[in-house]
């Protein structure tokens, strides 16, 4: 990067939203880390690293980026709040100055299902799709992911910017997300949201993609996960969230202007 930049990234207290934050900030950015510490209930089939993780608040990533020479600040907030987005773009502006990056990275998950399934595939608890885990996964996933990216348009058009850049996390396909299936319709909400975006802000300089890791090691993976990456042709790594952290950053480059609209599948 060639110029001072400042950038949002969601659920940043762990996992990829934390290695993002730390690739943006060793390349110069100024970094505001959100995140909502969640307390997971106990569940046989999730590793206990990974309800750690998301118990967790930022300070330790605001810690590392700092010790690093570089700039960070956190701020706890709920992205199903719709007051949420103003708020956040406010601090950022106030602490490091208008925001030109925006990673929508958080996400609401709840594994559940249709079907009568009690666990997935990898021994994880399944609950029946209801109003609840329909709101817990879209309010953030979709609706908190299109504020966030209209409040960064209106900022970014108030003050005539001509650069900047969105990146968006997605899973799932074109065939849903079975055992997820709530989380695969959001998602494909947000993939559609950011690539409106790619087209209609690009006369202003904007950049929008998501990217789809494959299978990310932040905690989640146990052995029975290995196991069924193994044995699945079409998942070919377990990736570490530093791997995956490097292609949005590359992405929110002055490298990656000419790449917009996509979404990018990393295998």
């Known amino acids: 990067m060639t110029a001072r930049h400042t950038a949002i990234v969601t659920g940043a207290n762990h996992g990829i939203g934390a290695a993002t934050a730390t690739a943006l900030a060793r390349r110069g950015c100024a970094v ?6 969640v307390d997971d209930p106990d569940d046989p089939g999730t590793a206990p690293a990974y309800r750690d993780n998301r118990a967790r608040d930022a300070t330790a990533v605001v810690d590392r980026i700092r010790e690093g020479g570089g700039t960070a600040a956190a701020v706890e907030a709920d992205l199903s709040d719709p007051a949420t987005a103003a708020l956040l773009f406010d ?10 990056i925006l990673v929508n990275n958080a996400t609401g998950w709840v594994a559940d299902t249709f079907a009568p399934a009690r666990t997935d ?3 994880r608890s399944l609950q029946p799709v209801s109003a609840a885990t329909w709101s817990r996964q879209f309010t953030v996933d979709a609706m908190g992911a299109a504020l966030m990216i209209s409040e960064f348009a209106r900022r970014h058009l108030t003050r005539q910017a001509s650069w900047g850049r969105i990146i968006g996390l997605t899973s799932g396909g074109d065939l849903g997300f079975p055992e997820e299936v709530s989380y695969g319709a959001a998602k494909a909400a947000q993939v559609n949201y ?6 209609e802000l690009a006369p202003f300089g904007v950049t929008a993609n998501m990217v789809h890791p494959p299978v990310t090691d932040t905690g989640w993976v146990t ?25 949005i950053a590359y992405l929110a480059s002055d490298a990656a202007a000419l790449i917009t609209a996509n979404v990018i599948t990393l295998r």
């Open 32 to 37: 505001l880390c959100t995140f909502l510490r």
């Open 91 to 100: 601090t950022a502006e106030e602490q490091l100055g208008p925001v030109d």
């Open 121 to 123: 595939r990898v021994g």
């Open 194 to 199: 950011t690539m409106s975006a790619a087209f």
């Open 223 to 247: 052995d029975a996960v290995r196991e069924h990456v193994t044995g699945n042709p079409a998942l070919i790594h377990i990736a570490s969230p530093d791997e995956v952290a490097e292609v």
